[in-house]
Nanobody, 121 residues
Framework: QVQLVESGGGLAQPGGSLRLSCAASGSISSIASMNWYRQAPGKQRELVAS???????IYADSMKGRFTISRGNAKNTVYLQMNSLRPEDTAVYYCKLVAAVTGSTVWRSYWGQGTQVTVSS
């Protein structure tokens, strides 16, 4: 079993910052990517940022220059540093891991439970 635990959400003022964390645990043998998605009320879930196995990063256009995705030293942890927050960044943020577990060559996606980020004055 693979579990993802997210933390760091909360309330921020416009222009403020928050840092999200996601820690993966379980019988993980290989990680293809670690990703952050978000879903605002009434909208589809959208990709925020990804970091892939060679530590290359990908960002949605509206997050470039404001958000930074990074991995921890243990490689099973991913962070999302969010700066210059806007009210439209309000959403539930989800961590997604694409990985293979021990004894398997199949890549699967695993999701965290989500953490609420609210940007409001």
């Amino acid at each position: 079993q693979v579990q993802l635990v997210e933390s760091g959400g909360g309330l921020a003022q416009p222009g403020g910052s928050l840092r999200l964390s996601c820690a993966a645990s379980g019988s993980i043998s290989s990680i293809a990517s670690m990703n952050w998605y978000r879903q605002a009320p009434g909208k589809q879930r959208e990709l925020v940022a990804s970091i892939i196995s060679n530590d290359n990063t990908i960002y949605a256009d509206s997050m470039k220059g404001r958000f930074t995705i990074s991995r921890g030293n243990a490689k099973n942890t991913v962070y999302l540093q969010m700066n210059s927050l806007r009210p439209e960044d309000t959403a539930v943020y989800y961590c997604k891991l694409v990985a293979a577990v021990t004894g398997s060559t199949v890549w699967r996606s695993y999701w965290g439970q989500g953490t609420q980020v609210t940007v409001s004055s």
